[in-house]
């Protein structure tokens, strides 16, 4: 009960992300473009960030190739007067995220027991198969077992 509380919490916060990406980022990077927004030159955001020209600009080429770090960002939205806004936005909602990994280890789990069970001369069908799928899957998330992300 405990564990569902906990993960209702954090996916409520995830939900705050919620059309975020729908946001992306332009072509020439944002830090060039939000510095081409304010009218800014190159070298003027380099003295602002007090490094050299030829640095800025590699600053620039780094968000573009991703090889910037967080803490170059921070620095560059700091000297704009802006927030860094780092997140990382679920494709699709965490709980079918949680529900389609349940699915991949349910198929293995029951899978197992059918060879088992063939062997034995107990198969079952495949409404069976899916049916038992389901519960198995129903348990998983019900549970949140701590192998569920263990292949």
């Known amino acids: 009960?405990?564990?569902?509380?906990?993960?209702?919490q954090y996916q409520l916060k995830l939900s705050q992300l919620d059309g975020v990406?729908?946001?992306?980022?332009?072509?020439?990077?944002?830090?060039?473009?939000?510095?081409?927004a304010l009218g800014m030159s190159g070298p003027q955001m380099a003295n602002r960030l007090g490094i050299s020209k030829s640095q800025a600009s590699q600053m620039e080429r780094m968000e573009i190739e991703d090889r910037i770090t967080l803490r170059q960002l921070r620095r560059v939205?700091?000297?704009?007067?802006?927030?860094?806004?780092?997140?990382?936005?679920?494709?699709?909602?965490?709980?079918?995220?949680?529900?389609?990994r349940a699915r991949e280890k349910a198929q293995k789990l029951v899978a197992k027991t059918d060879v088992q069970m063939k062997l034995e001369?107990?198969?079952?069908?495949n409404e069976q198969l899916d049916?038992?799928?389901?519960?198995?899957?129903?348990?998983?998330?019900?549970e949140m077992p701590r192998d569920l992300w263990e292949d």
């Open 131 to 142: 049916a038992q799928i389901e519960i198995e899957i129903d348990r998983l998330v019900r």
């Open 1 to 8: 009960m405990m564990k569902q509380i906990i993960r209702e």
């Open 77 to 100: 939205a700091d000297s704009f007067d802006c927030d860094l806004i780092y997140a990382l936005v679920p494709r699709k909602p965490i709980e079918i995220v949680i529900r389609d």
């Open 121 to 125: 001369a107990q198969q079952l069908s």
């Open 21 to 36: 990406n729908t946001l992306i980022r332009p072509k020439e990077g944002w830090v060039r473009t939000l510095r081409k």
